[in-house]
């Protein structure tokens, strides 16, 4: 029985490999048929890569990744120093508005304008945050928000040296006409014509407040123009530092950074009152020494000083964003 058994189980071998040999031999000689038993057949992703590659040897070539080069900056990416900057830009926008306000009866006195013209003034700062936070919420918020902050940091530094710019252009000429109508002696001599009722000055007098009226009629709408821009500006730190932060903190840590923006808030305004009390304690002109001091009629404070130091430190805030 087991004789037969083995007889079998020889014959199923050798009919099996007679069988592989037709096979191989009519693969060999048919390439239709080769390609017609291999159709369908998809290639592994080992086989894929080293196609692509042109690696047909059977190796798999290990494709480390490039070193990434070191950041110089990584070490400023945290949330302290976010807070840092954004803290810092929150001051400097407090101190702008207060000592704008500080420095407007300078203004007043040099340019000869009325409260209602600096109130006006005051409120383009309003205006431009009104008009900027719904477009700059909407874009910013599909967006790096960052980098939105910086961006606006940089409009607020440009708004704030346009304020300065009357001072350069018009100073000294502005200074000298305020001069001239407080110079002692002989008030302007202004009679009563009895035939147009109107009042009638000296030359001198018509001459100063016409260069005076042409300056003003310049320096004011520039500097709404340049307040308006400033409050677009302040818009960026208004609407988008705080949910930023809000955002990247824990839900335990959130109170805790919220509490300290608002206290830190407070002391924006109070440094710009101090900052416009020095600043109009310095003559309009620092270089210069009128020979009076502070108490007399003819002193102009320096009122255009602090602007110059809010640029700066609005410039240094936004790469301090990026």
């Not at 590659?53 to 070193?67: A, D, Q, R």
């Not at 910086?150 to 607020?156: E, P, Q």
């Not at 932060?245 to 101090?274: C, E, H, K, W």
Request: with cysteine; net charge negative.
């Amino acid at each position: 029985m087991s004789h037969m058994f083995d007889k079998s189980y020889d014959e199923m071998l050798i009919a099996a490999v007679a069988a592989t040999v037709s096979n191989g031999q009519a693969g060999a000689t048919d390439p239709a048929v080769e390609e017609g038993a291999m159709k369908g057949v998809e290639a592994t992703p080992e086989e894929q890569e080293r196609l692509a590659t042109g690696n047909n040897n059977g190796s798999l070539v290990c494709k480390l990744p490039e070193p990434e080069e070191p950041d110089s900056c990584a070490a400023f990416h945290s949330t302290r120093i976010f807070m840092l900057v954004f803290l810092s830009g929150w001051v400097l926008q407090g101190m702008f508005l207060t000592y704008f306000v500080s420095v407007t009866t300078t203004i007043e006195k040099l340019f000869k304008v009325e409260s209602k013209t600096t109130g006006t003034l005051l409120a383009a700062t309003e205006i431009g945050q009104i008009c900027t936070a719904l477009f700059l919420t909407y874009l910013a918020g599909r967006g790096h928000r960052p980098r939105w902050i910086a961006c606006m940091m940089l409009v607020l530094a440009v708004g704030v040296i346009g304020c300065m710019m009357p001072h350069m252009a018009y100073g000294t000429e502005l200074l000298e006409v305020h001069l001239d109508s407080h110079t002692a002696g002989a008030g302007p001599i202004c009679a009563l014509d009895k035939n147009s009722s109107l009042i009638k000055c000296d030359d001198a007098q018509v001459q100063s407040t016409k260069t005076r009226s042409s300056i003003t009629a310049v320096v004011i709408p520039w500097l709404f123009i340049c307040l308006l821009v400033v409050g677009v500006g302040q818009t960026g730190i208004a609407t988008l530092g705080i949910p930023y932060v809000d955002d990247n903190v824990g839900s335990r840590q959130s109170p805790l950074y919220m509490a300290i923006t608002i206290g830190i808030r407070v002391i924006g305004p109070a440094l710009g009152f101090m900052l416009g009390a020095l600043c109009t304690r310095v003559y309009v002109d620092p270089l210069a020494d009128p020979g009076y001091d502070n108490t007399d009629p003819r002193w102009v404070g320096a009122w255009w000083l602090a602007f110059a130091h809010d640029s700066v430190c609005a410039e240094l805030k936004k790469k301090g964003f990026k």
